[in-house]
């Protein structure tokens, strides 16, 4: 079984915190449920380490994202949730995408997900409405997205890499990241040293491949002794669906359309985007949910009459 896990660490300075990450597992779950090809692997898995990264380095407690990526690209919109606790689910709209390598021979995750369009990050802190904010797409490679929006909308200044090896099967080989996050006390000398280092070191999925763990990804970045290791979080592709939830999503569907699936079709299947598990409702439930939807409906007018009063 894949031991994925993610590092955080600081740098001994104080100049740096950082991440790695060993998604591989995650990846491959994904990839297996949605029997997704390269490109569609490549930019869905780059996302989901990204994910994984990000709710490590800004959420705790039971706080959750939502981040989602559509630049325009044959693979449409990549969608992921992840917590603080190393728990993550993702699928993309187009699963079956298969482009020519790139120049450098790799798959072209940027000609894929396209730059013409935005990633939105929505952040639940617990209260009724959610945080949200969105950046321009960078490059559509997802690391330099991932960058672009830490500085922008987070304002801190960070360095992504993601990094999904695919066979040529369209399984899973390695996948990982790393993130790295400028503190106060770093100076100019120190993020140049960092720059020019990040350019000198292989791809993560290179390092993987190569047995490399996060914990020596790191230590190639910084120097093994320049490093306080401060977790070490098991990490996973976990999906909360369930029949009970589709049947509230069904609720919210507005009673004429309930009335015409229960008087055309009988019933009705529904299919989790994220994990691909099938939820069934036969004649008798879709009924017990039209009653919610129709009481939903009163409410709301009886709301809406309130509120024309005062």
Known sequence: MQNDHLVKSITKDGMFRAYA????????????????????????????????????????????MTIQINGGGPVGTIMVDADA????????????????????????VGKAVGVNGFMQVMKSMGGDEPYSSSVPLASGEIGDDFTYYLAQSEQ???????????????????????????????DDAAIDRLEKRLKQIPMVSELLLSQQSPNDILNLIFGEDNLEYLTDTPVEFTCNCSKKRFAKSLSRVSPDELRAIIAEDHGAELICHFCGARYNYDEEELKSILAVSEKRVELDAQKDDNEAKK
């Open 21 to 64: 990450i060993d998604a591989t597992g995650v990846v491959a779950e994904a990839q297996k449920r949605q029997a997704t090809w390269s490109a569609s692997s490549a930019a869905l898995g780059r996302t989901l380490v990204g994910g994984l990264l990000l709710s490590a380095s800004v959420l705790k407690g039971q706080e959750t």
């Open 85 to 108: 606790n190393g728990h993550v689910k993702g699928y993309v709209q187009h699963p079956h995408v298969h482009l020519p390598l790139n120049r450098v021979h790799k798959i072209d």
């Open 156 to 186: 801190i200044p960070s360095a992504v890499g993601v990094s999904v090896f695919v066979n040529d099967d369209n399984s899973i080989k390695v996948a990982g990241g790393y993130l790295i996050q400028t503190l106060p006390d770093a």
